[in-house]
């Protein structure tokens, strides 16, 4: 009971974290919606994720597959799954749980993920007029009229800070390689 407990203030606090209005965004950023195919690799990471929104910060732990057909998203809190995702290059579908706010967009995190690790090249592509990416091997910002509204530091091979100016909020993602058997 302590425990089912302890997972319900939890969630309650996550819920209540994310519930305060969501800023309007300064600038609608462009969907990137990229191919899984484009990524260039197939990947398994099991991911920790710190979002740091105001003085507010969450930590949720997530399950990526990507493979040249779909990308396969879970994002858990506390071994609940809160959203799964599932982008083949044309459409994208989401389960979310009852208790996720519906600031919680599944378009963003796929564009924050594809930012994250698409080759430059394949999100230049798919750009609007107006807009740039630039990228120099450490930092990786996306850029309107020559100003970011979105930035990437590859602290290292497995540690990324994403950092959107649009809506105001930061993401600390570490990556770790998923074990052979997991499946989101």
């Known amino acids: 009971m302590p425990r089912l407990f302890a ?12 519930m305060h209005a969501p800023r309007k965004p300064a600038i609608a950023l462009p969907p990137l919606q990229l191919a ?5 690799q197939t990947l398994a990471l099991q991911q920790r994720l710190q979002f740091h929104f105001g003085n507010q910060v969450r930590t949720l732990d997530a399950l990526l597959e990507v493979d ?16 799964r995702l599932q982008w083949d290059g044309k ?12 600031a919680v967009r599944a378009e963003r995190v796929l564009d924050d993920l594809q930012f994250t690790l ?5 999100i230049r592509a798919v750009l609007p007029a107006g807009w740039s990416v630039r990228d120099d091997g450490k930092t990786r910002e996306l850029l309107h009229d020559a100003k ?7 602290v290292d091979a497995a540690h ?6 649009a ?18």
């Open 7 to 18: 997972l319900a203030v939890s969630v309650l606090l996550l819920l209540t974290a994310c």
């Open 36 to 40: 899984p195919a484009a990524l260039g």
């Open 68 to 83: 040249p057909q779909e990308v396969r998203l879970v994002v858990q809190a506390l071994g609940q799954a809160g959203v």
């Open 91 to 102: 459409t994208l579908q989401q389960q979310r749980a009852a208790w996720l706010p519906p």
């Open 118 to 122: 698409w080759p430059v090249d394949a």
């Open 148 to 154: 970011v509204w979105l930035s990437l530091t590859r």
């Open 160 to 165: 990324w800070q994403l950092d959107n100016h």
């Open 167 to 184: 809506e105001g909020y930061q993401l600390d993602i570490a990556s770790t390689a998923a074990d052979e058997g997991t499946s989101p």
